[in-house]
């Protein structure tokens, strides 16, 4: 059974350490996971990049995935919030995302 709430980040213009830089940091990523919710990230790097990325800023990630197969994980949580900063990101919504948040 599902019961699990997830988050994806998108790196780039959302996390601290996007480029651009976003304002999104550790302590904010730490703190959903207190909260029970599972965090990750989409993005249009490699998975490997992905993860070193979130190593780096000693967070471990619940999963990463290439930015258009977010929908292959989907059947992993009781829901996903993509969290992203551009077009890009708001295509998201016309594939069947019920919320997606632009910061």
């Known amino acids: 059974m599902m019961v699990k709430k997830a988050f994806a980040f998108d790196r780039d213009g959302i996390l601290i350490w996007g480029n651009p830089l976003g304002s999104i940091d550790k302590i904010h990523l730490l703190e959903l996971r207190k909260l029970s919710y599972s965090i990750g990230g989409p993005?249009?790097?490699?998975?490997?990049?992905?993860?070193?990325?979130?190593?780096?800023?000693?967070?471990?990630?619940?999963?990463?995935?290439?930015?258009?197969?977010?929908?292959?994980?989907?059947?992993?949580y009781k829901s996903i919030t993509p969290i992203g900063d551009d077009i890009s990101d708001k295509k998201n919504r016309s594939r069947g995302w019920s919320k997606l948040y632009i910061a």
């Open 43 to 76: 993005g249009e790097q490699l998975a490997e990049e992905q993860y070193r990325n979130w190593k780096d800023q000693e967070v471990e990630p619940d999963f990463v995935v290439y930015k258009l197969d977010l929908k292959t994980i989907k059947n992993r």
